[in-house]
């Protein structure tokens, strides 16, 4: 007869080993029943058409943003006599840090892409509609918080370029009537530029952050974990029916590929693209011209309607009002407080109050396809202001003074009388466009839709 051999050491370890795991387990699902919830969270159902991931873009480059953020605050001054050097160090002397601030810059530009392209597809598709109208209004929250994180952000280098977008902010919040300059002394401590650099770094790092971190996933996690997804209708079975992939392993293993695809491609930018060189702007100098750049794509909406508003001024009681200098905010603050309340909007001018799992297509709703379409092509030809500039005049000195320097070389640049007439045509366009783009979208769903 045979006697048994005892078991190898490496056997009798991960036997060992699995029954202490086999035991942990129990006994904390004993206290703590994470098996019974988790294991239908596991199986949940996920779509699989890939404009259902334009979320997770935001959310991955949220993260990237928030760790090279904590990188650069390790070395950021915000003292307003050496912010501007910290940055040039931080750039050239410290390690990596040019490649830090460079995948910071555009972790930050695909956060704001991936949002505008996500809320796109939700608007044109009617997810926003019941039961999901609150998911919707943190969407918008995010949308405006992320755009005043990117103002605060590009402040903060306190260059020539950065500091002369600043003044320009406070010119909007000196044009306010009768108490534009409180509002401007509460916000700069005083004079131009005053302390305004460590509040706006007090902003950057610390409220809008704290803010986005609460919000982000309320709407990116808790909210769409909670309620059913929406369907596409060529896949979809019923209303009431959800098909797709469970979260694990099909749909976390996407999300893992599209969370290295989005640092990937970010990675890629940040070290073959180049982005805000300050030092060759140099620090900011009262006077001095600032350099010429395009402003970013979503800076240039506001920027380019500054330029197409005319210079208005009315004298009343002894004050001149500048209201062409309020109009472009006016305009993005009307802007977001439709988009807030859209879903009610709808609700109220459609009579829809059902409840809605199935996507529509665009051409099934032509008036809210149009008046998207119509708002977009508004946009893009406001942001169309920036794209030329009137080419600054020659520079003379007095006799016996040194010859001035040159003029900033600038991207698109014409005569003034050229650029007038630019601008009358944009002036134009920016009220015909709109309205034809309305009417051609609308009469192209409805063909399609017939």
Same mark, same amino acid.
């Given at each position: 007869?045979?006697? %048994?051999?005892? /078991?190898?050491?490496?056997?009798?370890? $991960?036997?060992?080993s699995?029954?202490?795991? =086999?035991?942990?387990?129990?006994?904390?699902?004993?206290r703590?029943p994470?098996?019974?919830?988790?294991r239908?969270?596991?199986?949940?159902?996920f779509?699989?058409?890939?404009?259902?991931?334009?979320?997770e873009?935001a #959310?991955?480059?949220?993260?990237? &943003?928030?760790?090279?953020?904590?990188?650069?605050?390790?070395?950021?001054?915000?003292? /307003?006599?050496?912010?501007y050097e910290?940055? =040039?160090?931080?750039?050239?002397e410290?390690?990596?840090?040019?490649?830090?601030?460079?995948l910071?810059h555009?972790?930050?530009?695909?956060?704001? &892409?991936?949002?505008?392209?996500?809320?796109?597809?939700? +608007?044109f598709?009617?997810? +926003?509609?019941?039961?999901?109208?609150?998911t919707?209004? #943190?969407g918008?929250?995010? !949308?405006?918080?992320?755009?005043?994180?990117? !103002?605060?952000?590009?402040t903060?280098?306190?260059?020539?370029?950065?500091?002369a977008?600043?003044?320009?902010?406070?010119?909007?919040?000196?044009?306010?009537p009768?108490?534009g300059?409180?509002?401007?002394a509460?916000?700069?401590?005083?004079e131009?530029?005053?302390?305004v650099? /460590?509040?706006?770094f007090? #902003?950057?790092?610390?409220?809008?952050?704290g803010?986005?971190?609460?919000?982000?996933?309320?709407h990116?996690?808790?909210?769409?974990?909670?309620?059913?997804h929406?369907?596409?209708?060529a896949?979809?079975?019923s209303e009431r029916?959800v098909?797709g992939?469970?979260f694990?392993?099909?749909?976390? =293993?996407k999300?893992?590929?599209t969370? &290295?695809?989005?640092i990937?491609?970010i990675a890629?930018?940040?070290?073959f693209?180049?982005v805000? /060189?300050?030092?060759?702007?140099?620090?900011?100098?009262?006077?001095?011209q600032?350099?010429?750049a395009?402003p !970013?794509?979503?800076?240039?909406?506001?920027?380019?309607?500054?330029?197409l508003?005319?210079?208005w001024?009315?004298a009343?009681?002894?004050f001149?009002?500048?209201?062409g200098?309020? $109009?472009?905010?006016?305009?993005l603050?009307?802007?977001?407080?439709?988009?807030?309340?859209?879903p009610?909007?709808?609700?109220?001018y459609?009579?829809d109050?059902? $409840?809605?799992? #199935?996507?529509?297509?665009?051409?099934?709703a %032509?008036?809210r396809?149009?008046?998207?379409?119509?708002v977009?092509t508004?946009?893009v030809?406001?942001?169309?202001?920036?794209?030329?500039? *009137?080419?600054?005049?020659?520079?003379?000195?007095?006799?016996?003074?040194?010859?001035? %320097?040159?003029?900033?070389?600038?991207?698109?640049t014409m005569?003034a009388d050229?650029?007038?007439v =630019?601008?009358?045509?944009?002036?134009?366009?920016?009220?015909?466009?709109?309205? *034809?783009?309305?009417?051609?979208?609308?009469? $192209?769903?409805?063909?399609h839709?017939?």
């Amino acid at each position: 007869m045979a006697t %048994p051999t005892k /078991p190898k050491r490496q056997p009798r370890i $991960i036997v060992g080993s699995a029954k202490a795991a =086999v035991g942990s387990a129990t006994w904390l699902d004993d206290r703590l029943p994470f098996g019974r919830w988790l294991r239908p969270q596991l199986r949940k159902l996920f779509p699989s058409h890939w404009s259902f991931l334009l979320g997770e873009l935001a #959310l991955y480059s949220f993260v990237l &943003l928030v760790l090279t953020g904590t990188f650069l605050t390790l070395f950021y001054k915000p003292n /307003p006599d050496v912010a501007y050097e910290s940055v =040039v160090e931080l750039s050239l002397e410290v390690r990596g840090g040019l490649l830090v601030r460079q995948l910071h810059h555009w972790s930050a530009m695909v956060f704001v &892409l991936s949002i505008v392209a996500h809320m796109c597809r939700v +608007f044109f598709t009617g997810a +926003f509609r019941r039961p999901r109208e609150l998911t919707w209004m #943190l969407g918008v929250l995010l !949308f405006a918080l992320a755009l005043f994180e990117a !103002f605060l952000g590009f402040t903060l280098t306190a260059d020539q370029l950065a500091m002369a977008g600043l003044r320009q902010a406070q010119g909007v919040l000196l044009s306010v009537p009768l108490i534009g300059t409180y509002l401007s002394a509460f916000t700069f401590d005083g004079e131009f530029p005053g302390q305004v650099l /460590p509040r706006l770094f007090a #902003l950057h790092v610390l409220l809008v952050p704290g803010i986005l971190l609460a919000v982000v996933p309320l709407h990116g996690l808790i909210l769409t974990w909670r309620q059913k997804h929406t369907e596409r209708r060529a896949t979809a079975v019923s209303e009431r029916e959800v098909s797709g992939g469970p979260f694990f392993p099909y749909f976390a =293993v996407k999300n893992g590929a599209t969370a &290295l695809f989005t640092i990937g491609f970010i990675a890629l930018l940040a070290t073959f693209v180049r982005v805000n /060189p300050v030092w060759e702007h140099g620090a900011y100098q009262p006077g001095v011209q600032p350099p010429s750049a395009q402003p !970013f794509w979503y800076f240039g909406v506001l920027d380019g309607a500054q330029r197409l508003v005319p210079a208005w001024e009315i004298a009343v009681g002894g004050f001149v009002l500048q209201p062409g200098l309020w $109009i472009p905010p006016l305009i993005l603050l009307g802007f977001f407080g439709v988009l807030f309340l859209w879903p009610f909007i709808e609700r109220r001018y459609s009579g829809d109050r059902e $409840i809605h799992h #199935l996507l529509d297509r665009p051409s099934q709703a %032509p008036v809210r396809t149009a008046l998207g379409v119509a708002v977009i092509t508004f946009f893009v030809t406001l942001w169309a202001g920036t794209w030329v500039s *009137v080419a600054p005049p020659a520079m003379h000195s007095a006799p016996g003074l040194p010859p001035p %320097p040159a003029a900033p070389p600038a991207l698109l640049t014409m005569p003034a009388d050229a650029y007038g007439v =630019v601008v009358t045509v944009l002036r134009v366009a920016v009220f015909v466009l709109p309205v *034809v783009a309305f009417l051609a979208t609308r009469a $192209i769903c409805r063909r399609h839709s017939a």
